[in-house]
C-alpha cells in the first residue's frame, strides 16, 4: 500500500491490508477490501478518523477472509 508521508498510525495499520502471501481462493476478498483502504489513504487526511475507520475496515476484511476460508474448506 502506497503510505508515503503518512502518519505513523496510518502506516502501521495500512500494512495490514497486503494480501499477496494469501492463497488465491481468499486474495480476492482481502484486496476488494485493500483498495478501498488504498483509497480512503489517498483522499481523506490522517487523524483518528482515518485510523478508526481503517481499523474497522481490518475487522471486516478478517471477517471476510475467514468467511472465504470457511467456504473454501467446505467445497473441498
Sequence with gaps: MNTGGRHPSTVQIARYFE???LKVSLRG???RCH???QDMV???P???ELTTGLRKL???KDCFVRAALATAQ???
Excluded: I
Design 35 to 37: 483498495d478501498l483502504a
Design 42 to 44: 489517498d483522499r481523506l
Design 29 to 31: 476478498v482481502s484486496e
Design 58 to 60: 481490518l475487522e471486516a
Design 46 to 48: 490522517d487523524g483518528p
Design 19 to 21: 494480501y499477496e502471501h
Design 74 to 76: 467446505a467445497n473441498a
